[in-house]
T-cell receptor, first 110, second 115 residues
């Protein structure tokens, strides 16, 4: 079963714009991670946020976590064509299992 | 540092045939995972090893899928006999002993097409 559900399913923006992707989950978590997958490639870890954290930054990435709403958002600022990829949120629950959502397809137009 | 290695990258077989995928994790990573990713979906965990022991294989279809990690390093995932619905990308990942509490490192995947 898939715990995280990303929203929107697909996003198309112009280079230089910001991209915001959301993830909602159902049960309590220990941490939440975001991964990127370029077409035909494996997943690459982007950022991890723990359940007691509210916001984290890494370069052009900003992740927020609202455990009361069971939701997270990933913001990519000043997007580039190279950011075109699928983005997945993944949650780790009390059973220590990492469960992925279905992913968001981001297209950044040059 | 070398990443997670997988082979073959692509495999096409007919239904009822068998296939095997190989994975070599990052050196020093005790935990190894096999995921199945069907087109348009997120990865689904098939099996998790800690060294050469199985930690979780609850979603592995054991009537046709098997996996081993005999020396606690590289691993093989086998499907026999294959069904049409097994068409997917099989991703191998590894992590430090912290397992799912931390970052997973993925290989490029093995894409299986069952005709």
């Amino acid at each position: 079963s898939q715990q995280g559900e990303e929203d929107p399913q697909a996003l198309s923006i112009q280079e230089g714009e910001n991209a915001t992707m959301n993830c909602s989950y159902k049960t309590s978590i220990n941490n939440l991670q975001w991964y990127r997958q370029n077409s035909g490639r494996g997943l690459v870890h982007l950022i991890l946020i723990r359940s007691n954290e509210r916001e984290k930054h890494s370069g052009r990435l900003r992740v927020t976590l609202d455990t009361s709403k069971k939701s997270s958002s990933l913001l990519i600022t000043a997007s580039r064509a190279a950011d075109t990829a699928s983005y997945f949120c993944a949650t780790t629950g009390a059973n220590s299992k990492l469960t992925f959502g279905k992913g968001i397809t981001l297209s950044v137009r040059p | 540092e070398a990443g997670v290695a997988q082979s073959p990258r692509y495999k096409i077989i007919e239904k009822r045939q068998s296939v095997a995928f190989w994975c070599n994790p990052i050196s020093g990573h005790a935990t190894l995972y096999w995921y199945q990713q069907i087109l348009g979906q997120g990865p689904k965990l098939l099996i998790q090893f800690q060294n050469n022991g199985v930690v979780d294989d609850s979603q592995l279809p054991k009537d046709r899928f098997s996996a081993e990690r005999l020396k606690g390093v590289d691993s093989t995932l086998k499907i026999q006999p294959a069904k049409l619905e097994d068409s997917a990308v099989y991703l191998c990942a590894s992590s430090f002993p912290g397992g799912h509490t931390g970052e997973l490192f993925f290989g490029e995947g093995s894409r299986l097409t069952v005709l």
